[in-house]
């Protein structure tokens, strides 16, 4: 059965420093999305992506978080500058066309920031 | 998006049915239930989704009232594996935005031996 893969499982970087995430959504999904679970807190949206372009985010989406789908099979998730509020699980998802549009998702990085 | 409230917690026996309530009195005519569910900080997983009419897959059933304004979520024999954190999500299927999934506390199910 097709699934959502994400690397690494586990990172730990230093606070300030660049981190890229990334993941290989299901081959013929169009849709493309971020998420994020702080420790003990709810599932969070972060921003969606189709047709190469963002097509909704989050306020937590700010500046310093950027999405991009270099080639036809990866999608990634760059956060510039690292904080230690940045520290969670983020899950990549990905779903196929209109109409009911069940997401996907991979089983998440776990990003530690010291 | 309609909100939705859930139990925090349930308990069921393995091999017996579980029975997840949600509420949504504020769902709209154009507006789906969705169940997902995530199993200890694993990736959210799809179960079900439905509009009006109850719903069947090899995962669960839904069922749905005729006012739309509740639903629950049936797992007819759980097992332990089915432990984890369940998810009530109302939203419009057809939408040119995101189709972002809004997250709520969802219902944390124990399954016990």
């Known amino acids: 059965e097709p699934e959502v893969t994400q690397t690494p499982s586990h990172q730990v970087t230093q606070m300030g420093q660049e981190v890229i995430l990334r993941c290989v959504p299901i081959s013929n999904h169009l849709y493309f999305y971020w998420y994020r679970q702080i420790l003990g807190q709810k599932v969070e949206f972060l921003v969606s992506f189709y047709n190469n372009e963002i097509s909704e985010k989050s306020e937590i989406f700010d500046d310093q978080f950027s999405v991009e789908r270099p080639d036809g099979s990866n999608f990634t998730l760059k956060i510039r500058s690292t904080k230690l509020e940045d520290s969670a699980m983020y899950f990549c998802?990905?779903?196929?066309?209109?109409?009911?549009?069940?997401?996907?998702f991979g089983p998440g990085t776990r990003l530690t920031v010291l | 998006d309609a909100k939705t409230t859930q139990p925090t917690s349930m308990d069921c026996a393995e091999g017996r049915a579980a029975n997840l309530p949600c509420n949504h009195s504020?769902?709209?005519?154009?507006?789906?239930v969705y169940w997902y569910r995530q199993i200890h900080s694993q990736g959210p997983q799809y179960i079900i989704h439905?509009?009006?009419n109850n719903e069947t897959n090899e995962m669960a059933s839904l069922i749905i009232t005729e006012d739309r304004k509740s639903s629950t979520l049936i797992l007819p024999h759980a097992t332990l594996r089915d432990t984890a954190v369940y998810y009530c999500i109302v939203r419009v299927a057809l939408n040119n935005a995101g189709n972002m999934l809004t997250f709520g506390g969802g219902t944390r199910l124990m399954v016990k031996p």
């Open positions: 998802a990905s779903s196929s066309s209109f109409p009911y549009n069940e997401q996907f």
């Open positions: 439905g509009l009006k």
């Open positions: 504020t769902i709209s005519g154009n507006e789906y």
